[in-house]
């Protein structure tokens, strides 16, 4: 979200803050925490520093965590997660408008960086974005083994039918009875080149429009677990509900979907000015993988949990930060 130079600022839960070429907007972060294992010295006292995150749970509760340490490091830190879609979060940190953000590399890679064809090691894709981005400003730290990367998602009851393993075998199903492949899906993933449009193409799918619904995440696993509407759902490798609800997920046997490893995405010169920032983060990153991914996302999406305090609440748990 943009600002223009003649906002009003006004009210005090919506904060503004003046910031070299524009406005940000958020609320503070107002926890009280000390460093544990990362922040010792609070090398961030007296910056002001801004987090952002997409708008689905795992990233925010990602954009919270990096908050909170910034936080216990001895930042001010202004809470604008829960951006809406993808590119909102980049322009604001391309910009200046966010300071971090955790980024997935095959999002880089494929949607902001123009490629067509994923890199299939996750490390060399990693560098190779992070070496792309150097031109725009954006400095990427090392990644996390968190592989967020996408996949169709059956109920068990449906697939005691169909018995679908693989999306090659969704393509197969396709081809012999297209009526049969209801596909639910969201909007960004209907239109993305590494979502529905590359995956038809890549696995020779010819899914009819009229099977094809477009809706909100968390409906597609609800309506994939609970009625016939979705033979099959868009779904995430690290979402909690795919256990919860318990559901198949389809290889991606032709490995047409990138890796999309969750890594710390900063404004340089913010990093340039801070390079301490590095510190707090490398070790956070190190410790996050899927089954982590897992256990708390479905804390937000199963159990109803608040993306702050999962985060929060993990960070204590495993040293990181402490309780002020």
């Known amino acids: 979200m943009r600002y223009g130079r003649g906002v009003v600022c ?22 009280d925490v000390l460093p544990g294992s990362v922040g010792r010295g609070q090398p961030l006292k007296g910056a002001s520093l801004t987090v952002t995150s997409k708008n689905f749970s795992e990233n925010i509760i990602l954009g919270h965590m990096i908050g909170l340490i910034f936080k216990a490091a001895g930042a001010e830190v202004l809470d604008r997660t829960n951006l809406p879609g993808s590119i909102s979060g980049r322009e604001a940190i391309i910009k200046g408008d966010a300071d971090a953000i955790y980024e997935y590399t095959g999002t880089a890679w494929i949607t902001y960086q123009g490629n067509q064809k994923p890199i299939v090691d996750p490390q060399a894709q990693w560098r190779a974005v992070r070496d792309a981005d150097v031109r725009n400003g954006v400095t990427w730290l090392p990644q996390s083994t968190l592989n967020n990367t996408y996949t169709l998602a059956i109920n068990k009851r449906n697939n ?37 449009p590359g995956m038809q193409k890549a696995y020779g799918m010819n899914i009819p429009a009229a099977n094809i619904r477009k809706m909100d995440a968390g409906i597609i696993y609800t309506q ?26 389809l290889a991606d046997d032709k490995r047409f979907f990138p890796n999309y490893n969750a890594a710390p995405s900063l404004h340089s010169a913010t990093y ?13 990153s190190a410790r996050l993988n899927a089954t982590v991914a897992r256990e708390l996302n479905a804390r937000v999406d199963v159990g109803g949990e608040d993306p702050h305090e999962v985060a929060k609440e993990w960070l204590v748990r495993e040293g990181f930060i402490k309780e002020g």
């Open 10 to 31: 006004a009210g005090l839960v919506l904060v503004l803050v003046l910031s070299g070429c524009g406005l940000k907007s958020g609320s503070p972060m107002a926890d």
């Open 272 to 284: 340039e000015k801070y390079p301490a920032i590095a510190g707090l983060l490398n070790p956070l």
């Open 160 to 196: 005691a039918t169909y018995r679908l393993r693989t999306l090659s075998d969704v393509a197969k199903l396709a081809r012999k009875d297209p009526s049969a492949v209801t596909l639910c899906v969201e909007n960004e993933f209907a239109s993305r080149e590494d979502g529905l």
């Open 224 to 249: 994939v677990a609970k009625s016939d509407t979705c033979l099959l759902g868009e779904a995430y490798t690290t979402d909690g509900r795919i256990k919860a609800m318990d559901l198949d997920t």
